[in-house]
């Protein structure tokens, strides 16, 4: 099967410019993700969504970045105006469905290769 | 105190030697993932699991849910395998909470 994609690779931007970042996770995926991982870190979750709908964009800073996922298939985020801390790697991940039950797992996740942004 | 602990941060090996790396949380889980990202940024799901064990090829994954902790272990280990190996929980919240990974360098 096709992975998750996202585009562009790499992006170089100046403070106060604007950005965009495409994913198109694999299909049939129901649950979207967004995570930023700034070099050395671990990486933070910026929003998830179920099919078209926001599950959880609490560590979303919404002053700046949007997200969305008109036709819950492929997903948009952006970034404006960006400042420097905003150079990151940003992942996207998509899994068939995300059931917390006890006892079981969830649905492995599937990553993008990630846009690597940097904020000159 | 981080939600998801890794040790070591740094662990560099020579070929074929058995590798461990530990994930300790602190929080109620219903799945614990281990993840590996190459250089470049990509990043594989290696396992997922919620009890006891599982095996894939020269990778093992434990997770004991009473002490809240989980290994990784690369049997025979190969150059190949360096990369970085993160452990991420699912937690009540149905977020994922990401271990800040361990840097694993395996020389010939």
């Known amino acids: 099967e096709a992975g998750v994609a996202q585009s562009p690779r790499y992006k170089i931007i100046e403070k106060r410019q604007s950005v965009a970042f495409w994913c198109n996770p694999i299909?049939?995926?129901?649950?979207l993700y967004w995570y930023q991982q700034i070099l050395g870190q671990g990486p933070k979750l910026l929003i998830q969504?179920?099919?078209?709908?926001?599950?959880?964009d609490s560590q979303l800073p919404k002053d700046r970045f949007s997200a969305e996922r008109l036709k819950g298939v492929d997903s948009t985020l952006k970034i404006q105006p960006a400042k420097l801390e905003d150079s990151a790697v940003y992942l996207c991940?998509?899994?068939?469905?995300?059931?917390?039950?006890?006892?079981?797992?969830?649905?492995?996740?599937?990553f993008g290769n990630g846009t690597r942004l940097t904020v000159t | 105190k981080n939600e998801v602990e890794q040790s070591p941060q740094n662990l560099t090996a020579q070929e074929g030697e058995f590798i461990t790396i530990n994930c300790s949380y602190s929080?109620?889980?219903?799945?614990l993932h281990w993840l590996q990202q190459h250089p470049g940024g990509g990043i594989v799901s290696l396992f997922m699991?919620?009890?006891g064990k599982k095996k894939h090829g020269r990778l093992i994954a434990t997770i004991n849910i009473q002490e809240k902790h989980s290994s990784l272990h690369i049997t025979a280990s190969h150059p190949r395998d360096s990369a970085v190996y993160i452990c991420?929980?699912?937690?009540?919240?149905?977020?994922?909470?990401f271990g800040s990974g361990t840097q694993l360098t395996v020389l010939p």
């Open positions: 991940a998509s899994s068939l469905i995300f059931i917390r039950r006890r006892g079981e797992g969830n649905s492995p996740l599937h």
């Open positions: 299909s049939g995926h129901a649950t």
């Open positions: 969504f179920q099919n078209n709908g926001v599950v959880d």
């Open positions: 929080v109620g889980i219903s799945a």
């Open positions: 699991l919620s009890s």
């Open positions: 991420a929980v699912s937690g009540s919240a149905r977020q994922l909470t």
